[in-house]
């Protein structure tokens, strides 16, 4: 929780009628990954009262007296209970174990778990991280901040192009439909009326809002968003895509010499396991044999991986017994076509997956 002191001019405009502002946020842990160790604690996206999440409606009576929200207490109550209890977390927190937090059932306070659940950093307020891993992008209510894994954060931000939601009752900028992490701690975001691309870059002070100015926000027009069959088409061939490269199995060839092609051979098998019956495409499976050498001796290397396959790898026996000749038969047919190629790229080995019965 950080506190402000509301300026003098503020309050006589009328636009701020408390001496003080309270800003909350949730943390965020950076950790290593080998070897184990957290890096950095940061605290993005801060809130004033109206900006805190309120399913449980704890200020709705409030919100329809034009009253300014009073949830603000719940979180300077909890972020003090916080600061004394350094192992305590939000989700230990409850009726029992802390009941000055509810002291009537009935009252104000009757349903702060779910509004602290909601307040928590999860999976959905997660946009995408930058492509060097180096930072993330993070969303809350239709802000964003970007939060770098040296330690640095972003204000949350908001474009003045767009400007705020007309729901008083909850702090929330302007809703957008789609955003792209780009290099450089840069962000695409797609609005009905167009695209535009804003900067996380750290800056202070990270409590504020920074509203993006019209002529920072390289505003253009949208492109045309896919149709719904075109999106259908893309994710199904971005599927075949994946089932293709899972069904393969690749190994390296260095040599033609004795010693290397068994190396191949033992590097091929020692990659089938168990999972084998759940890897074909299209009932196939593939090995990759990467060479390049004359048609001749790459048939070489293949009738050894077909003869070699069935007898050392491991999956179903009865699926093992049955598919020997069905496996040489692909083989065969593979080494036939092998002839009638006339490039020298890498090689592929198909092989019929037999169907275990029942």
């Given amino acids: 929780m950080i506190t402000e002191e509301s300026s003098l001019v503020s309050r006589l405009l009328g636009r701020d009628t408390t001496a003080q502002r309270e800003y909350f946020s949730f943390a965020v842990e950076i950790w290593q990954a080998f070897p184990l160790r957290r890096l950095?604690?940061?605290a993005p996206m801060w809130m004033q009262a109206e900006g805190l999440p309120d399913p449980a409606q704890l200020d709705l009576d409030r919100r329809k007296q034009?009253?300014?929200?009073?949830?603000?207490?719940?979180?300077?109550?909890?972020?003090?209970?916080?600061?004394?209890?350094?192992?305590?977390?939000?989700?230990?927190?409850?009726?029992?174990?802390?009941?000055?937090?509810?002291?009537?059932?009935?009252?104000?306070?009757?349903?702060?778990?779910?509004?602290?659940?909601?307040?928590?950093?999860?999976?959905?307020d997660v946009i995408g991280w930058q492509g060097d891993s180096q930072a993330f992008w993070l969303k809350r209510h239709d802000f964003v901040a970007c939060v770098g894994v040296d330690g640095t954060v972003s204000p949350k931000i908001m474009l003045e192009r767009f400007g705020m939601d007309d729901r008083p009752w909850l702090a929330r900028a302007r809703g957008w439909s789609k955003a792209t992490?780009?290099?450089?701690?840069?962000?695409?975001?797609?609005?009905?009326?167009?695209?535009?691309?804003?900067?996380?870059?750290?800056?202070?002070?990270?409590?504020?809002?920074?509203?993006?100015?019209?002529?920072?926000?390289?505003?253009?027009?949208?492109?045309?968003?896919?149709?719904?069959?075109?999106?259908?088409?893309?994710?199904?061939k971005k599927a075949e895509t994946l089932a293709r490269r899972f069904s393969t199995y690749t190994v390296d060839l260095a040599s033609m010499s004795e010693p290397d092609c068994v190396a191949a051979i033992d590097a091929l098998t020692?990659?089938?396991?168990?999972?084998?019956?759940?890897?074909?495409?299209?009932?196939?499976?593939?090995?990759?044999?990467?060479?390049?050498?004359?048609?001749?001796?790459?048939?070489?290397?293949?009738?050894?991986?077909?003869?070699?396959?069935?007898?050392?790898?491991?999956?179903?026996?009865?699926?093992?017994?049955?598919?020997?000749?069905?496996?040489?038969?692909?083989?065969?047919?593979?080494?036939?076509?092998?002839?009638r190629r006339d490039s020298d790229r890498a090689v592929g080995l198909r092989r019929l997956v037999p169907r275990a019965p029942g």
């Fill in 66 to 124: 034009g009253l300014p929200p009073r949830r603000g207490e719940i979180y300077r109550k909890v972020s003090q209970l916080l600061d004394r209890e350094a192992t305590l977390t939000t989700n230990q927190i409850n009726a029992k174990s802390h009941p000055d937090l509810w002291p009537d059932p009935n009252s104000h306070y009757a349903n702060v778990s779910s509004n602290l659940r909601d307040f928590e950093l999860s999976e959905r």
């Fill in 181 to 236: 992490p780009l290099p450089d701690r840069r962000l695409d975001m797609r609005f009905t009326e167009g695209m535009v691309t804003v900067s996380g870059a750290p800056g202070d002070p990270v409590h504020r809002v920074r509203a993006v100015p019209v002529t920072e926000d390289h505003f253009r027009p949208a492109p045309p968003e896919p149709q719904e069959e075109d999106k259908d088409a893309a994710l199904a």
């Fill in 40 to 42: 950095h604690s940061v």
């Fill in 270 to 339: 020692a990659q089938i396991g168990p999972d084998i019956n759940e890897r074909p495409y299209d009932n196939h499976l593939q090995a990759g044999v990467p060479l390049r050498r004359q048609a001749a001796q790459r048939e070489e290397v293949l009738l050894a991986c077909c003869e070699a396959l069935p007898r050392r790898r491991t999956c179903d026996p009865r699926a093992d017994r049955r598919g020997v000749h069905a496996h040489r038969t692909a083989c065969q047919r593979l080494v036939r076509s092998l002839r």
